[in-house]
């Protein structure tokens, strides 16, 4: 178990992380989602007393800090590169193993699960970004640790190492490890995530379920089709449903429930031919609860184009 209590952090006056609490669980893997800005890297280097601050994390009880043999408990990747710049990279793995008592056969046993045991004598500074992520992980699955903190791992895989990657951490949460995993990838974290820690400029959003966060910041809707869905409309509208057309032509109905959807169509005779929930994406919620606390905003570009005369219409 995680368990973070009033986790602050100011840099002059502007409040980078503001007493975020919450807690971690094992055997699932639990995603961390904020905007640009929104003090992950921070809350996760407060987290491993990696950065001064005011709260506390403790790892099963205990303070990173306190931990004598921190890589057989707590596995961490903050950076995509943080490698010894001349060392190969089986000898970098090697130097952190010394470190903590782990014997080099399993640095040899890490390299090959993450698909490096080729190149493990090369130097990590000419490695992709994709292969260094990899490395990272290596790193932080060395000690074999109950606990993964892991901040942007997907951060320049292929498609094909993205879908590794989730299947990897969703294998560890299932042998009872603690999974803290944080990404811009909201359709892989769909996929990935059980559930959630979602924050704002410093503050807590959200922390739960993904399927709660997504009901909570979205609204389901019920699709219709048939060849007389028009003649639903007033009727639904009466059932106090509101009513919007969908791109093709089918009825897009928010309000009411599945059932009393199809209950409205049998009384009022209707055919259908299909009647569904269409629900909101993780994407859409996280827009939805995260908009207000967008910290970096691009301006929308509308491009005017000049007519005969001087006119411009935009």
Not at 146 to 172: S, V
Not at 204 to 214: A, E, H, P, R
Request: charged share 25%; hydrophobic share 40%.
């Amino acid at each position: 178990m995680i368990t973070a209590k009033g986790l602050y952090k100011r840099y002059k006056k502007t409040v980078a992380v503001d007493h975020l609490s919450f807690d971690v669980r094992p055997g699932v893997v639990t995603g961390f989602l904020g905007p640009n800005g929104a003090g992950k890297s921070t809350t996760m280097r407060l987290m491993l007393d990696l950065d001064n601050g005011e709260g506390e994390t403790l790892f099963d009880g205990r303070r990173f800090d306190s931990i004598r043999r921190p890589m057989n408990e707590v596995g961490a990747l903050l950076e995509a590169k943080p490698f010894h710049p001349t060392r190969s990279a089986r000898n970098h793995l090697r130097m952190l193993a010394a470190g903590n008592r782990i014997p080099d056969s399993r640095v040899d046993e890490v390299m090959e699960f993450v698909g490096l045991a080729e190149v493990k004598r090369k130097r990590p500074k000419g490695y992709s970004l994709g292969m260094a992520q990899r490395l990272g992980l290596a790193q932080a699955l060395l000690g074999d640790p109950k606990i993964l903190l892991l901040d942007e791992p997907a951060n320049g895989l292929d498609p094909h190492g993205i879908h590794w990657m989730r299947d990897i951490l969703k294998r560890l949460a299932s042998e009872g490890r603690t999974i803290f995993v944080s990404s811009h990838l909201l359709s892989e974290m769909q996929l990935m995530a059980d559930e959630l820690v979602v924050i704002g400029r410093g503050k807590m959003i959200f922390n739960g379920d993904v399927d709660q966060f997504v009901r909570d910041f979205t609204q389901a809707n019920v699709i219709v089709r048939g060849p007389r869905i028009g003649d639903l409309t007033a009727a639904l509208e009466a059932a106090g449903a509101e009513i919007a057309k969908g791109d093709d032509g089918e009825l897009v109905v928010s309000g009411l429930e599945i059932g009393e959807v199809g209950h409205v169509a049998f009384t009022e005779g209707v055919e259908l031919h299909e009647l569904s929930t269409r629900r909101a994406s993780l994407e859409e919620a996280f827009m939805s609860a995260t908009g207000a606390s967008e910290q970096f905003v691009a301006q929308e570009i509308q491009a005017a184009v000049e007519q005969p005369g001087g006119a411009q219409h935009a």
